[in-house]
């Protein structure tokens, strides 16, 4: 099926590079070195086209997209072409003085991840001393220098009892919006998937948590959920649909309908760096095989929800199936429904296993 129109998003992975090791990251397991990673002026090229495509948004992350020296000068090309950019960081090693260099270049949003409301459960995940209280400072000078900040907040076993201290912890910081974004399982996260995967009894405490505090603070604090799929009836669309508005360039200049495109055997990517955005926008095989409806098969080709969800997430139907064309098991009407939800019965039930820690 051809394009529905111009893509409204990307994000861009400027940069596989960190400085923390989070478990459930969502980087492919075989992270991109520095040396894999295209240059400034070649990332400019692929932003105009970018803005020439109709992008109105691009979000700057990675990785540690501060990491790149150049970010300033990506943000005032994207900006001078009147492009939205958004920075999604971890918040480390970030001065005042740099967020400030970012703000005059035009950046517009900053989006900083939490991995605790507390410096021990952050330090435990992200494995940076004194990263809590680094990121409680860029949380400042991003409220300091007028910048609207968003808080995301990954959960997992290891956090979900902190959910109500993750939004105390955003009102603190006079965040605009809080992300509870229950992690979903691909790159890193699938491998730690046992050791991450929360209990029934913490998810629908959480939800209650939540609800209350969005009915408690309307027009106060915006809060997004990302639901966890594996105790879901109906899943997610996930990235809004494949390839409909939004979609993913890696550090080498891959470009993939969503972020973890990667692991689904048998599918071809292109590169910014030698086809034109336009083209792979338009024509790209990968990007038509699952755009739109016509790919599905039952139960989705004839469900009233299909329109709402468009399948679910490829990347999980081919992690748990074995076929991407298959209908999400996050979904009720899935016959592999019950597998998803299993899994995560079993492993919350069990004492969590020791990290495989991302590392380059
Ligand atoms: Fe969505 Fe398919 Fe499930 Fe219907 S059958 S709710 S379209 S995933
Ligand atoms: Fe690939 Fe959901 S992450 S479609």
């Known amino acids: 099926m051809p394009a529905p129109g111009p893509p409204i998003g990307i994000l861009a992975e400027l940069t596989h590079r960190c400085p923390l090791q989070c478990p459930y990251c969502s980087n492919p397991v075989d992270l991109l070195k520095a040396n894999r990673e295209l240059s400034t002026q070649t990332w400019t090229e692929i932003f105009h086209q970018a803005a020439d495509l109709g992008v109105l948004q691009v979000h700057m992350s990675g990785g540690e997209p501060t990491l790149r020296q150049d970010l300033e000068e990506l943000v ?7 492009v939205y950019t958004n920075l999604i960081t971890a918040g480390v090693n ?23 409301a507390t410096a021990e459960v ?3 995940i992200g494995k940076h001393k004194k990263g809590f209280a680094q990121k409680m400072q860029t949380a400042e000078h991003v409220r300091a220098l007028g910048l609207p900040l968003t808080v995301n907040a990954p959960i997992h076993r290891h956090n979900i009892h902190q959910v109500a201290d993750f939004i105390d912890l955003a009102l603190q910081l006079d965040a605009d919006r809080l992300e509870i974004a229950n992690v979903q399982y691909y790159g890193w996260a699938y491998l730690n998937r046992s050791s991450l995967l929360p209990a029934l009894e913490d998810v629908e405490r959480q939800v209650e948590i939540v609800e209350d505090a969005r009915a408690r603070l309307k027009g106060v604090l915006n809060i997004d959920f990302v639901t966890p799929d594996y105790y879901a009836d109906y899943p997610k669309p996930c990235m809004g649909g494949w390839a409909q508005d939004a979609f993913v360039i890696v550090p080498d200049g891959t470009v993939l309908p969503c972020h ?5 055997k048998g599918l071809n990517f292109e590169n910014a760096a030698e086809t034109p955005l336009a083209e792979i926008w338009d024509a790209s095989p990968t990007f038509e095989k ?3 409806f016509e790919w599905m098969s039952e139960p989705c080709k004839s469900c009233p929800r299909r329109e709402l969800d468009r399948g679910g997430c490829r990347c999980q139907a081919f992690a748990v199936t074995g076929d991407a064309a298959q209908t999400d098991p996050a ?3 899935s016959p592999h429904h019950d597998k998803l939800r299993n899994v995560a019965v079993e492993a919350s039930a069990e004492s969590p296993g020791a990290f495989s820690y991302r590392r380059l």
């Open 290 to 292: 699952y755009r739109g």
């Open 260 to 264: 973890a495109a990667q692991t689904i």
């Open 331 to 333: 979904c009720i009407l």
């Open 76 to 82: 005032a090309a994207l900006s001078a072409r009147s």
């Open 94 to 116: 970030l001065s005042k003085d740099r967020i400030k260099v970012l703000k005059e270049a035009g950046l517009d949003h900053v989006q900083l991840s939490i991995q605790g």
């Open 122 to 124: 952050t330090e435990l």
